[in-house]
């Protein structure tokens, strides 16, 4: 069971604009920054969104992030097949002290 | 480019020890926390523990999981990381990711593959 909580699977056809949630409490999410992961099987995972709502440099505007409180949400418009992958969100607990990740979204392109 | 290769991965027994190294590179090493991050075959990320940096003193923190076996370390003038698992358990087998830590984890190694089996 994890700390942050995500829908176990998405899908969507090309073209299309999908979200995922990414549900916390006051101690991770209502405190601190989100992070949003992209893993592909057997590669490094990378960084989509950075400190809730940022793109680092590299990665396209179809992605994008928010927060509201203590949940945020992950969305990609404009699906491609490539987009195909398990995506997670982070952030810091206080509770914890340490860093929690959502359980993974596993996106199916249809 | 930032560079973060691990190695050291590999088979051992219930109760043995294995240590895991990090080389960084393309970065200010000695400025940035650093995490490690695992995940087991067919389950998600988990946090495994992180350093701070000089400003820090180089304390940890670690996941319940792995407190009281594991320890991180880090040579800044060599530009690595360490992880040294103790004790290690049959639940501990994954993939063990690198990671730097910019208030977040913004880059990750490509992992090194810990197999816990008798």
Redesign the interface.
Known sequence: Q?VLTQPPSVSGTPGQRVTISCSGSSSNIGSH?V?W?Q?LPG?????LI??NNER?LGVPDRFSGSKSGTSASLAISGLRSEDEA?Y?C???DDS?????????TKLTVL | EVQLVESGGGLVQPGESLRLSCAASGFSFRDYYMDWVRQAPGKGLEWVGRIRNKAGRYTTDFAASVKGRFIISRDDSKYSLFLQMNSLKTEDTAVYYCARDNWGIDFWGQGTLVTVSS
């Open positions: 994890s920054d992070f992961y893993h590669t490094a995972p990378k960084v950075h400190r680092p398990d997670y982070s952030a810091w914890l002290s340490g860093r929690v990740f959502g359980g993974g």
